[in-house]
């Protein structure tokens, strides 16, 4: 069963404006994080904020926020005024307690494209 | 933050042949790293989790004997793809932790083209 759900393939947004990413997960561990990473096509990952199981607040890092709505196991990030080189590929990953530790998981990913 | 760093960046090696993939952590020393491949397009899936001084846990559909993982110390853990052929050609990705459950920090890839 797919426990990281990336529903949108691809969005388009214009330059200077906010966008919403979505991310669904599913766990029955009380006690997780979640992440979001940036690829560009250099293909490094680069980690843009994080959100633990019992943060309260929402997490925002700059222009990054993340819409965190437990009851609702979604974990949305948002990025305001966006700029072109927001253009990449943007992973939501969970970390959660596997057979060997704490291992983290990817979705499916979502290619932002921002417009001039 | 914390650099890692992997080696060889890109590899082109023939079908047959097996290669290795090194993952340091340079400023740190990390307890667990992590191996991921990324096929193009697609996500990153995790392929194992190796701890320092014991044997790596495989993910569920990895050839433990195809892809071996040393993790000899504390800043380093290397991936070897024996007898690599093409359905193998792949980014492969490392990410390294200091601490079990810890923010993982990741490696740049490594891109393996086997003819």
């Known amino acids: 069963a797919q426990k990281i759900t990336q529903t949108q393939p691809g969005m388009f947004v214009q330059e200077k404006e906010a966008v919403t990413l979505d991310c669904t997960y599913d766990t029955s561990d009380q006690s997780y994080g979640l992440f979001w990473y940036k690829q560009p096509s250099s293909g490094e990952m680069i980690f843009l904020i994080y959100?633990?199981?019992?943060?309260?607040q929402n997490a925002t890092e700059g222009r990054y926020s993340l819409n965190f709505q437990k009851a609702r196991k979604s974990a949305n990030l948002v990025i305001s005024a966006s700029q072109l080189g927001d253009s990449a590929m943007y992973f939501c990953a969970m970390r959660e307690v596997g057979t060997g530790g704490f291992k983290t998981i990817f979705g499916a990913g979502t290619r932002l494209f921002v417009k001039a | 933050g914390a650099v890692v760093s992997q080696h060889p960046s890109w590899v082109i090696c023939k079908s047959g042949t097996s290669v290795k993939i090194e993952c340091r952590s340079l400023?740190?020393?990390?307890?667990?790293m992590f191996w991921y491949r990324q096929f193009p397009k697609q996500s990153l899936m995790l392929m194992a989790t190796s701890n320092e001084g014991s044997k790596a846990t495989y993910e569920q559909g990895v050839e433990k004997d195809k892809f071996l993982i040393n993790h000899a110390s504390l800043t380093l853990s290397t991936l070897t793809v024996t007898s690599a052929h093409p359905e193998d050609s792949s980014f492969y990705i490392c990410?390294?932790?200091?601490?079990?459950?810890?923010?993982?920090?990741f490696g740049p890839g490594t891109r393996l083209l086997v003819l």
């Open positions: 990410s390294a932790s200091l601490l079990a459950g810890a923010l993982g920090y």
């Open positions: 400023d740190f020393q990390a307890t667990t």
């Open positions: 959100q633990g199981s019992y943060d309260e």
